[in-house]
């Protein structure tokens, strides 16, 4: 099973669009750094998020998280918690910022956002990519049109 250590946005999106549960199918464990945790408490996020993060599920663990040095400095703590955190656990990293996933792969991390978990699941037969994509649009996430069209266009190849 993979590892996972997640950001905050991505967590956001799956709990907003019901296909949080993809995740302890796709991964196994996810590990959230407590910056993240505290992120997702904010009154600024959503209720449901705030609901779901007061009770975690048991393939949730929060753990404190070392940053290293020289991340630059225009990431913020949480980017730069969850970066720590897979670079100690060797696990990959659930992030959509652009600038956080660039930084990591130079550090080695191999990265997936929402999108990727979602094309995962719709993979694995967990939910349908057209659904998801539908109800992730109705968030607040900027991905552009060109990632949609991509996403589904790989979803509807044949396997083989």
């Known amino acids: 099973m993979i590892l996972l250590v997640a950001d905050a946005g991505p967590l956001h999106y799956l709990v907003q669009i019901g296909a949080v549960e993809v995740l302890p199918v796709l991964a196994g464990r996810v590990l959230l750094p407590d910056a993240v945790w505290r992120e997702l408490r904010e ?13 975690l599920p048991p393939w949730v663990e929060v753990r404190q998280s070392p940053t290293p040095s020289g991340l630059p400095p225009q990431l913020s703590a949480a980017d730069q918690a969850c970066i720590g955190l897979a670079l100690k656990t060797q696990a990959m990293l659930l992030m ?3 600038r956080g996933r660039r930084v990591a792969e130079q550090l080695g991390v191999h990265t997936i956002g929402t999108l990727g978990i979602l094309e995962a699941a719709s993979a694995k037969g967990l939910l ?3 659904d998801a994509i539908r109800q992730l649009r109705q968030t607040n996430i900027y991905l552009t049109e060109d990632l949609y069209a991509a996403a589904l266009e790989r979803d509807a190849r044949p396997l083989g």
Not at 43 to 55: D, F, G, L, N
């Open 43 to 55: 009154p600024a996020a959503a209720a449901m998020v705030r609901e779901w993060t007061a009770s």
């Open 128 to 130: 349908p990519l057209p």
């Open 96 to 98: 959509d910022d652009r």
